[in-house]
């Protein structure tokens, strides 16, 4: 046996393949595909979330202040209570043993970037005498994770009269396990996600539940372009078809939704706050057909009313959501 041939065509195979390497390394460069890479996480936010084994994440109990987004902007402070729910201002004193209205959604709901009272919730309790109002969102949460979380807050909540479910079209990719928001989830760790809970189908059209999945990560994607490439078409791989049925599971859940709050005698109504209404247009025929009722409030987030380095809607727009939700809201609850 000649060892040195051996050791000559073993070498020419390595150098080859470091070779091919280096040219599809430098292919997804010149085509816009880097690496992974790591933010800037310059602001040093405080991390609002906590990792949970079922809805991935929920807001933690706590007091957050965090800095302006930009010069002309202004801090904010976000309180959680030990329910995880955000704090909501203008209760009044005999709104304690009163039913309540609960809403459920991600950041827009939540109120990020504003302080407790800003938000369109709170507003809307200024305005409420009938009802304690409760905000259950979480930043990141889709219409799947609401659920969940209604789920659990149903075991410990006994007042609830109606449950209020925002709705904006991205959510629709969070339902589903999307690779493009999942890889954006994990790239903001530090805000506490780690894990993706989300759903499909079965051949029926009945929801079928995903445990919380986590992205798969190449060693060295952070510099090298091939492992994150590989580690993408992994994900994709895993969450193969499923974007293609976002809407269809969408409908599934708020199908899910209201037959889980039917049957104890709780109203579901959703909050569409797309800026065009025909985004609801998919869920009429299904909202009809289950008696569940909605809301449209559809304002164009112009500059003037957006949170200038952030993008999410500043305090005009929380207060110009409100009086649209308490519009709309009369013609389906005594206030």
Known sequence: MNYKNILINIIIVFFSIIFALILVELFLRINNQGPWGTLDHKRNDPTLNKPDPKLGWVPKEGKYSFNAFSPEGNKFEINILPDSSRKVSFYKKDNKEKEQIIFL?????????????????????KRTKNYKIKNYSAGGYGTYQSYLRLEEILKVNNKIKTVIISFLPDHEIRNIGSEFWLRTLSKHS???????????????GDLLRKDPITYFRMPLMNHLSVANKVSKKIMQSRLKGNEKNATIVTKAIFESTKDLLENKNIELVVLSLAENSKDLIPYIKIFEKKGINYINCNIKQTEDLTIKGDGHPNQKMHFLYSECIDQKLKKLLIK
């Open 190 to 204: 530090r805000r506490g996600y780690v894990s993706l809970p989300y759903a499909s189908i079965n051949e029926k």
């Open 105 to 125: 959604g991600g950041s827009v709901t939540l109120g990020w970037g504003v302080n407790d009272e800003q938000t369109f919730i709170s507003q809307l309790q």
